[in-house]
T-cell receptor, first 117, second 112 residues
C-alpha cells in the first residue's frame, strides 16, 4: 500500500508570493491533517479535513487555508508569504473520520520543505 | 488545555546502551490517546505506538517498550540495546476531542 504523498518536496519562494502544497493520503483514508514544523515552534497543528469539510483548525492566521477534494486529496495554500513561514509542512493521513476522539492514528508523509527568501 | 512535555531535549548514548525517553502530559479529558513517533533525518514522522487512556498495560515490541502510568501522567519510551539506526528525533503526542498536541521532541544520538 502506498504511503502518504506530498508534492513538491522542496520549494523556494520570496516574500509576498503565495504557495500551494499538495497531499495525497493513503488509499482508503478519508481524513487529512496538516502541520507546520519549525525549529522554534515545533510541530503545530494547522487544520484537519474530512469529506471535503474542515473539521478542526489550529491557531494560524487566515493566510493559511486548505481544502479537500472528493478523492480525499488535500491542498493547503499560504498567501502573502512571510520569512517566518519557512518550515517543513507535514501532511497526515487518517483512516477514519478524523481525530474528533483522537482515536485514529495519523500516518505522516515526507513533508514539503518551504523556504521563503 | 492540552500539554505534552518532553523534558529531555537531547540524549547521547553509546551503542548497546539502554535509553529511556520521558513524556509527561496534561489534559482534562478522560478519554485520550497517546502516541510516539520517530522522525529520522529524512523528515518523515514514523508511527511507533498508540495507547488509549483506559489501557495502562505496558507494551514491548522488540527492543522498544512503553510504560504508561496515569497516576503520574507519563508515557515513557525505552529502547533496549540501542543501535546507531535509532538516532532520530522522537515525539510524544496527545490526542483528544479533535486536538492533537505534540511535545517538542527528544533528539537521540546513538554513537557507535
Amino acid at each position: 500500500k502506498a504511503g502518504v504523498t506530498q508534492t513538491p518536496r522542496y520549494l523556494i519562494k520570496t516574500r509576498g508570493q503565495q504557495v500551494t502544497l499538495s497531499c495525497s493520503p493513503i488509499s482508503g483514508h478519508r481524513s487529512v491533517s496538516w502541520y507546520q514544523q519549525t525549529p522554534g515552534q515545533g510541530l503545530q497543528f494547522l487544520f484537519e479535513y474530512f469529506s471535503e469539510t474542515q473539521r478542526n483548525k489550529g491557531n494560524f492566521p487566515g493566510r493559511f487555508s486548505g481544502r479537500q477534494f472528493s478523492n480525499s486529496r488535500s491542498e493547503m495554500n499560504v498567501s502573502t508569504l512571510e520569512l517566518g513561514d519557512s518550515a517543513l509542512y507535514l501532511c497526515a493521513s487518517i483512516r477514519g473520520s478524523g481525530s474528533m476522539r483522537g482515536a485514529d492514528t495519523q500516518y505522516f508523509g515526507p513533508g514539503t520543505r518551504l523556504t521563503v527568501l | 488545555a492540552q500539554k505534552v512535555t518532553q523534558a529531555q531535549t537531547e540524549i547521547s548514548v553509546v551503542e548497546k546502551e539502554d535509553v529511556t525517553l520521558d513524556c509527561v502530559y496534561e489534559t482534562r479529558d478522560t478519554t485520550y490517546y497517546l502516541f510516539w513517533y520517530k522522525q529520522p533525518p529524512s523528515g518523515e514522522l514514523v508511527f511507533l505506538i498508540r495507547r488509549n487512556s483506559f489501557d495502562e498495560q505496558n507494551e514491548i515490541s522488540g527492543r522498544y517498550s512503553w510504560n504508561f502510568q496515569k497516576s503520574t501522567s507519563s508515557f515513557n519510551f525505552t529502547i533496549t540495546a540501542s543501535q546507531v539506526v535509532d538516532s532520530a528525533v522522537y515525539f510524544c503526542a496527545l490526542s483528544a476531542m479533535g486536538k492533537s498536541t505534540f511535545g517538542d521532541g527528544t533528539t537521540l544520538t546513538v554513537k557507535p
